[in-house]
């Protein structure tokens, strides 16, 4: 134990020690977060929908109906008629034969790579890929690569200079500390010449991108036969919990068979599945949403390029002002704290060393007042500390 409080006091003195906020009301952009009013701009409910009344009342209502928990795995008696409703449901909405429910997205990512792959074969990864694609590489004993990130050219010298098995390519489709795309088409080029499987995880990108939330890969226009696994989570622009897999028939029969996180793990509740039935179906329906998030990011960028700051180049809601160092990054969010306004500062190791940065993102329900009231902090921070 002594050695585990040295390491914790030395992550204090690097300024990398996290701690965790306690928040008293519903997700939306006023929060009562430790005992204090503040304007939260680091949310993943780009849509508004965390707190919904729709999706509230049918949260409620399948609780009525269903009970509060699943009460075993999928494959025991866990999965229920509003499990499998939102199945079919998420396969319409992707465009694809079937969809697979996780309780997770670090769930799914785990239990795709590993049920797919074994030792022998090949993965290759963006260098900023989420750390569950990471581990998923890892736990699968695959022969794991690292490519430059959104360099296709970097990975074209990988995947002509590996031998071995099966190769997946798998990314973000929208990565998460950085708010850029995928350069999917060159991805999907490269995966067709080598005979490569892609897998894209769409965490950001679906409910937010592309024609009518369809995601990144509906911003891209591509399908099934590009894209054979498409991952997705529940808990972002569609405001809830869990995730997916959706693809073909036989890759979701074979992770029923080989995925090991779906295999062992209680189903998700009911009454969930059934709010994520509404959830979605508000995504689809309410546009507005989406054009509402493109309005706020338009006006934020070109307020904050006026202001000096180095912004990352993103169209998505994840809008990333780089302060270097991680105490550069911690200054600021206290900054930014003490007026009013909630931003977390990101430190490595969830980005590299040398590019901590706040990590601001948008919710379709921020206010004009909300807007001016973070830039306004934003124009008075001070960049002494280096």
Request: with cysteine; glycine share 8%; proline share 5%.
């Amino acid at each position: 134990m002594k050695r585990l409080a040295e390491a914790l006091q030395q992550r204090r003195k690097e300024t990398l020690y996290r701690t965790r906020r306690v928040v008293a009301t519903p997700q939306q952009p006023e929060l009562q977060v430790d005992g204090k009013s503040m304007v939260a701009f680091c949310s993943n409910d780009y849509l508004g929908l965390a707190n919904h009344p729709d999706v509230i009342r049918a949260m409620q209502q399948g609780a009525t109906e269903y009970g509060v928990g699943s009460g075993a795995a999928h494959l025991i008696t866990g999965h229920s008629r509003p499990h499998h409703a939102l199945e079919e449901a998420l396969a319409e909405f992707t465009n694809r034969p079937r969809a697979l429910l996780f309780s997770t997205g670090y769930m799914a990512n785990l239990g795709v790579i590993t049920a797919l792959l074994k030792s022998g074969d090949r993965l290759f990864e963006d260098r900023l890929n989420h750390a569950s694609l990471v581990d998923a590489g890892q736990l699968s004993q695959a022969k794991m690569k690292r490519y430059r990130h959104a360099d296709p050219h970097s990975l074209r010298i990988q995947l002509e200079t590996s031998e071995g098995g099966q190769a997946l390519i798998a990314t973000d489709g929208v990565f998460s500390m950085d708010g850029d795309l995928a350069p999917l088409p060159s991805l999907v080029e490269l995966a067709h010449a080598h005979q490569a499987w892609l897998m894209v995880d769409d965490a950001h990108g679906l409910g937010v991108l592309g024609s009518e939330g369809g995601g990144t890969l509906s911003y891209f226009n591509l399908g099934l036969e590009e894209v054979p696994i498409l991952m997705g989570t529940l808990g972002k622009g569609f405001g809830t919990y869990g995730a997916f897999v959706a693809g073909s028939e036989a890759l979701i029969e074979t992770l029923i068979q080989q995925a090991r996180s779906y295999i062992y793990t209680t189903a998700p509740p009911p009454a969930l599945a059934q709010a994520t039935l509404v959830s979605l179906q508000v995504a689809g329906q309410e546009s507005w949403r989406r054009e509402r998030l493109k309005s706020l990011i338009a006006r934020f960028r070109d307020s904050v390029i006026q202001i000096g700051l180095p912004l990352m180049d993103t169209l998505t809601p994840i809008q990333p002002i780089v302060a270097g160092s991680a105490q550069q990054a911690v200054a600021w969010s206290q900054q930014l704290e003490s007026d009013g306004i909630l931003v977390s500062a990101i430190r490595p190791p969830t980005v590299p060393d040398g590019s901590a940065r706040l990590r601001i993102t948008f919710s379709a329900n921020h206010t004009d007042r909300h807007l001016d009231r973070l830039l306004d902090a934003l124009s008075k921070l001070s960049r002494e500390v280096t």
